[in-house]
């Protein structure tokens, strides 16, 4: 019997299952080169360091600049606010000759023009022009024109509340004088706080406390009072604008009250040098006892000057002048 080749038939055997066990050498695959990167390594992220921006190039300077930079050219001057701006043209009533008749004899309350600077507390500011007194050229306008509020009184305080205005004034307001001082010096307080449009009364105030008796005169001020408790203060023919003093234009309006017989009076404008420039007469809104007039009145003149509004009535009894009182103005063509 032959032996078969052991040998070459254990060689195949032994192939075989070395080759079903994977024990041989396996591809690793290409190897890495210098130009190619090593697979096995991540790459590195791009958005993490991005890679480096070329630096912006220097802008070439202009002209070197000083250390301290040119001056910057000063902004123009506003200009000036016009007076209406700046300037609030109030009226002060004070006491002046003039006006009287045969049953009523003066002094009366005489409205005077005055120019203060414009400010939001505009009763405050005119009330302390008030207590100030006549100016000289108040003086110089108006002959006899005086106060009967006293020069030590101090104004306190002004508040304004449902058109009731409460003014705070010191003791010294109701220091001397007798009843006509005493009456006068409320009204002339009065008349100047309902000038402004949100005052229709006055409840008066002494060192803080509500006055309900005003002087040893004994005036009841139960209530807050108005223009019309002093009535018997005014002339016949009470003008209230313009005050004495105002600069006025063509037409002339003129406002105020008068109890005058059927209820007319007259009126006279002239220029400096007296030439009548108007003349007629004017008519209340009342028949009977005190009405309002609102009237106007054109006129021509070449120049600013100074000029005057008279105004008058005739009695009923004899036909004679009487209630007669003269406003000293600036005319303006």
């Given amino acids: 019997m032959r032996r ?47 890679a480096e921006e070329p630096a912006e190039p220097e802008p070439e ?10 001056e910057e050219p000063a902004e123009p001057e506003p200009a000036p606010e016009p007076d209406d701006a700046s300037v609030s043209r109030v009226r002060l009533y ?10 009523r004899a ?15 507390r505009i009763a405050h500011a005119t009330l302390r022009e008030l207590i100030e007194g006549p100016s000289r050229a108040d003086r110089a306008l108006i002959d006899g024109v005086s106060t009967a509020v006293p020069a030590e009184t101090l104004l306190l305080g002004v508040t304004i509340d449902d058109r009731v205005a409460t003014v705070d004034l010191s003791r010294e307001f109701e220091s001397g004088g007798g009843s006509f001082t005493m009456l006068a010096r409320l009204a002339q307080v009065a008349y100047t706080v309902t000038q402004f449009p949100t005052v229709d009364a006055v409840r008066f105030q002494l060192d803080g406390r509500p006055v309900t008796v ?3 005169e004994g005036i009841v001020l139960d209530g807050p009072v108005s223009r019309d408790d002093y ?22 309006r003129i ?5 005058v017989f059927e209820a007319t009076f007259q009126y006279r404008l002239q220029a400096a040098d007296g030439t009548v420039l108007a003349e007629d007469f004017a008519m209340t809104d009342e028949g009977a006892g005190w009405g309002r007039f609102d009237v106007s009145i054109p006129y021509d003149v070449d120049s600013r000057q100074a000029g005057r509004l008279t ?15 003269v406003t000293p103005l600036t005319l303006r063509p």
């Fill in 4 to 50: 078969p080749a052991f040998p070459v038939v254990l060689t195949i055997v032994l192939s075989l299952l070395l080759g079903s066990c994977g024990g041989g050498v396996v591809d690793g695959g290409p190897v890495a080169s210098d130009d190619e990167p090593d697979p096995t390594t991540e790459p590195e992220d791009p958005a993490e360091e991005p």
């Fill in 61 to 70: 300077p202009a002209d070197e600049p000083t250390e301290e930079p040119a």
């Fill in 94 to 103: 004070f006491i002046a000759p003039g006006g009287g008749n045969a049953g």
């Fill in 106 to 120: 003066d002094p009366f309350l005489v409205s005077v023009h005055r120019e203060i600077p414009s400010t939001p």
């Fill in 214 to 216: 005003f002087s040893g």
């Fill in 231 to 252: 009535l018997d203060l005014l002339p016949g023919v009470f003008v209230d604008t313009p005050a004495a003093g105002a600069t006025v234009r063509s037409p002339l």
């Fill in 255 to 259: 406002t105020g009250r008068a109890a």
């Fill in 311 to 325: 105004v008058w009535e005739y009695s009923a009894k004899d036909g004679s002048v009487q209630s007669q009182r």
